[in-house]
C-alpha cells in the first residue's frame, strides 16, 4: 500500500501562486506516475497535471501554461508549481500515483485545500 502525504495549500489572493507537495512512500515499487487531482465542492474529482513514465507529462485544458508539475522520482516526490490562479481553481488537491497516467491507484491522502480570492 502506498502512503501520500500533501501539503502547501493555503489561501492566496487572484493572480497569486502556490506550490503543492507530495511525498509517496510504503510500497512504490511499481509506480510509474504521478499526479495531481483536484475536487471542488459538487464536482467530481479531475485530474488536474501528471507525470510518467520517459517524462510524458498531462495538464488539464483549464491549467496549462499556468500549473507545473515536477517530479523527483528517486524520492517519490511531485511537486505541483501554480502560477496565476484563479478563483475557480479553489479546490482540495490531492496526489495520487500509479502504473500510468491512465491508471491510478486506490489510495488517497488527505489532500491540501487551495482556496483562490478575487
Known amino acids: 500500500q502506498v502512503h501520500l502525504v500533501e501539503s502547501g495549500g493555503g489561501l492566496v489572493q487572484a493572480g497569486g501562486s502556490l506550490t503543492l507537495s507530495c511525498t509517496a512512500s510504503?510500497?512504490?515499487?511499481?509506480?510509474?506516475?504521478m499526479g495531481w487531482f483536484r475536487q471542488a465542492p459538487g464536482k467530481q474529482r479531475e485530474l488536474v497535471a501528471a507525470v510518467g513514465a520517459g517524462r510524458n507529462i498531462y495538464y488539464a485544458d483549464s491549467v496549462k501554461g499556468r500549473f507545473t508539475i515536477s517530479r523527483d522520482g528517486s524520492r517519490n516526490t511531485v511537486n505541483l508549481q501554480m502560477n496565476s490562479l484563479k478563483p475557480e481553481d479553489t479546490a482540495r488537491y490531492y496526489c495520487n500515483v500509479g502504473a500510468s497516467i491512465i491508471r491510478w491507484g486506490d489510495n488517497w491522502g488527505q489532500g491540501t485545500q487551495v482556496t483562490v480570492s478575487t
Open positions: 510504503g510500497n512504490t515499487l511499481r509506480v510509474n506516475a
